[in-house]
Structure formats: structure tokens, C-alpha cells
């Protein structure tokens, strides 16, 4: 199972995310560095934690997207790149894209795979539209949910169950799908154990990533047990809940 560190981008900082408040993110403090930079950040991931694959949620896109005027801003256009080509990091980015133009945009930064996350998501014509025109390997859907209720501004998709979602994602060819519960975000309140089990169990084949409440290294084995395919992570290890050694273990350990 692979541990993918979240960087919340938010004015060229790295911010602390917490129940998906964005209105009182704050620049985030970590015994990894001293900076809330973007790039030192990432640095940090991969030099003190071995982790070069990031997941970057550009705040600011998200929130232009949705004011209805979606852009990427130059300055993280910039980070992006920077990430992509001079750090060598494999970069999965959540900048609010929601048709195949606007990932095509989020891919030429440099990103390996774009999130087209439910939150922004307004059609459901985009959610049969983009699998079908761009690599599996490129695309990652975020399902962004709140207390068991899929969010998004697409009413198809909102008027789904969370196992319901999944299923009409997996039947549109989307092979890899994030469960990220935002009301768990920077709590450490622990994952939705009843719904990751009941997808594992329903959609075998989906490749299932999980984000949101994450606590500890005991919690990121009992993900790996029931075969989840990743875990994102950021306050565990901005706090050191996870550390090198327990990455290490994560991926020696059967």
C-alpha cells in the first residue's frame, strides 16, 4: 500500500486542513520542516520520509471553481512545474478540473494524474466523458463526502449513496477512486471502516485510495490488510504520528 502525503495550497502556502473549513486554514506547522512553503514541504516528504508521490489540492482553483470562474493561478502553475520537473515528484493534483480541457490544463503542469473531485464536479456527462478520453492512468476521481452524503454540485452524483457512487464510477471505466470523508480531515478521528469495508468488498477491482481522519501507523495496517490501495496523509505527519520508520515497516512488513 502506498502513502501519498497531502499538501493544501492556498495562496503559495502549504495550509493546515481541518474538516474541510477552508475559511480558517492556517499555514501549517510540522515537525518535518520549519517552512509552509510549498516546495520545502515536499521536500521534506521525500527526503525525511522517502515519500516522492504528493497530493497536491490547490485551494484556490477550488474555490474559483466554485465562485463559477475556475482558473489555475500562475503562481501555482508555477509550484507545479517546479514539483513535476525539478523536484523528480510524481504529483496527483486536485485543482478543481471538472471537463476534459480543464485536466488537460492540470496535466500540462507537469502532473502525473489529475483528481476530478465530486465537490467541483457539475455534470455527470464529465463523469462518462473523461475516462473515455484520456488514459486510466492519468485520472483519479475523488469521492469528497461529508458525514456519509457524497458532496458535489453535480445532482446525478449528490443524489447518490457513497457504495452507489462507486459502483456507477467503476461502471464508467474510473479505476481508481478517493474516498475522502472531509469532515474527518486533520481530526485524526479514524477512517469510515463499515464503508471501506463494504467497497472492498462489493468492488474488489476498484483500486480504492482513502483520505481523511487518518490517525497512526496501526490504523495505515489495518488499511493495508483489507487491501486498500493507498492512503493519503497530512497531519499524522506533520505531527509525527507517522514516521520514516513506520513508512519503512508499512512496505517491508507482508
Not at 502525503?5 to 501549517?28: F, K, N, T, W
Not at 458535489?152 to 479505476?175: D, K, M, V, Y
Not at 486498500?228 to 499524522?236: E, G
Request: proline share 4%; net charge negative.
Amino acid at each position: 500500500m502506498r502513502v501519498i502525503p497531502v499538501m493544501d495550497v492556498r495562496q503559495g502556502q502549504v495550509v493546515h486542513a481541518l474538516r474541510g473549513e477552508r475559511e480558517h486554514y492556517r499555514p501549517v506547522t510540522s515537525v518535518l520542516t520549519d517552512s509552509a512553503e510549498p516546495r520545502a514541504v515536499a521536500a521534506a516528504f521525500r527526503d525525511k520520509l522517502g515519500l516522492s508521490e504528493v497530493y497536491v489540492a490547490d485551494l484556490d482553483a477550488i474555490q474559483a471553481a466554485h465562485s463559477g470562474r475556475w482558473a489555475l493561478s500562475t503562481r501555482h502553475q508555477e509550484v507545479l512545474t517546479s514539483l513535476a520537473h525539478q523536484e523528480g515528484l510524481h504529483l496527483l493534483v486536485d485543482a478543481a478540473a471538472a471537463d476534459v480541457p480543464s485536466a488537460l490544463e492540470v496535466l500540462a503542469t507537469g502532473a502525473s494524474q489529475v483528481v476530478i473531485g465530486a465537490e467541483t464536479l457539475t455534470t455527470w456527462e464529465a463523469v462518462l466523458a473523461l475516462p473515455a478520453a484520456l488514459p486510466a492512468g492519468r485520472l483519479v476521481f475523488s469521492l469528497d463526502m461529508r458525514a456519509g452524503q457524497v458532496l458535489s454540485r453535480c445532482p446525478q452524483l449528490a443524489a447518490l449513496s457513497p457504495l452507489e457512487a462507486l459502483e456507477s464510477l467503476a461502471q464508467a471505466g474510473w479505476w481508481e477512486v478517493i474516498l475522502l470523508d472531509l469532515g474527518r480531515v486533520g481530526t485524526g478521528a479514524g477512517v469510515d471502516w463499515a464503508l471501506i469495508a463494504a467497497a472492498r468488498e462489493r468492488l474488489p477491482d476498484l483500486a480504492l485510495l482513502i483520505g481523511g481522519g487518518i490517525r497512526n501507523r496501526d490504523e495505515l495496517h489495518d488499511l493495508k490488510a483489507l487491501g486498500v490501495a493507498a492512503a493519503l496523509v497530512a497531519t499524522a505527519l506533520h505531527q509525527g504520528r507517522v514516521t520514516a520508520e513506520d513508512i519503512a515497516a508499512l512496505k517491508r512488513d507482508p
